[in-house]
């Protein structure tokens, strides 16, 4: 972990582009302060920490430390609402490490966004289209009857659908990637043509946390440039 110091009234200090991307926080509010010629206090200085992120042994972010905490045992149970501690996401969250840190990550290897959905791409795409109302579908199975009424009923009231399966990490017994995206090609190319619909895949873990994952489910699909959101009737439960 290195250490990073700015010193907003020194001439030596560094100099760093889009400073707001850099800092979080105060220091984000100090910089653009800065920027607009606005008063801030003399040898004002804000210390911040920074770590490397790698994957697959390759640097591939940075992250701009803005909290460290050391988790407990209850407050993920109390995260979930359970006392299960077989709980698949329970369970894989009691294997990691007991600290966590957040903080505004910069990414820098542009290579590992690849393939990954990117919301100024899909709201290019709706407007395009000129859909106004869009209703985004979470799904981690294969489609079924049911999944079709509620993708229908959505293009009643909505312009356009986006189905959007997560395929990221899921429980054991879960259907493979590799079923949910062939089951949703062959109904999509053969029952939903001429119809509104955008498709894509959605990569990030499923966390079986019910009504707060529903909620954080909702949050991507807005970002992504959805207008409404399907919400099932057990949505990311275990069952």
Not at 182 to 196: H, R
Not at 202 to 213: F, N, S
């Amino acid at each position: 972990m290195t250490k990073l110091v700015l010193n907003f009234k020194s001439k030596k200090s560094k100099k760093i582009k889009n400073s707001r991307n850099y800092l979080g926080g105060k220091g984000a509010n100090l910089a653009e302060m800065r920027k607009l010629g606005l008063p801030v206090p003399s040898g004002f200085t804000i210390s911040t920490k920074v770590c490397d992120i790698f994957y697959k042994n390759k640097k591939v972010a940075i992250l701009e430390v803005e909290d460290i905490y050391k988790i407990k045992e209850d407050d993920i149970l109390k995260i979930y609402k359970t006392l299960d501690k077989n709980h698949p996401g329970v369970a894989k969250e009691l294997k990691r490490g007991k600290f966590r840190v957040g903080g505004r990550v910069k990414v820098i290897d542009k290579e590992i966004l690849k393939n990954s959905l990117n919301p100024k791409k899909t709201k290019e795409y709706f407007k395009n289209k000129g859909y106004i109302t869009i209703a985004g579908f979470q799904t981690r199975n294969v489609p079924h009857r049911a999944h079709e009424y509620l993708h229908r009923l959505a293009l009643e009231f909505c312009d356009a659908l986006f189905i959007n399966p997560l395929i990221g990490w899921k429980k054991k017994g879960d259907f493979t990637q590799e079923a949910v995206e062939a089951g949703y090609k062959a109904l999509i190319d053969n029952y939903y043509t001429n119809l509104n619909v955008y498709y894509d895949t959605l990569k990030t873990p499923m966390r079986y946390a019910g009504p707060r994952e529903a909620i954080f489910h909702a949050i991507i699909r807005y970002n992504l440039g959805c207008t409404h959101f399907i919400i099932g009737r057990d949505h990311a439960g275990v069952g």
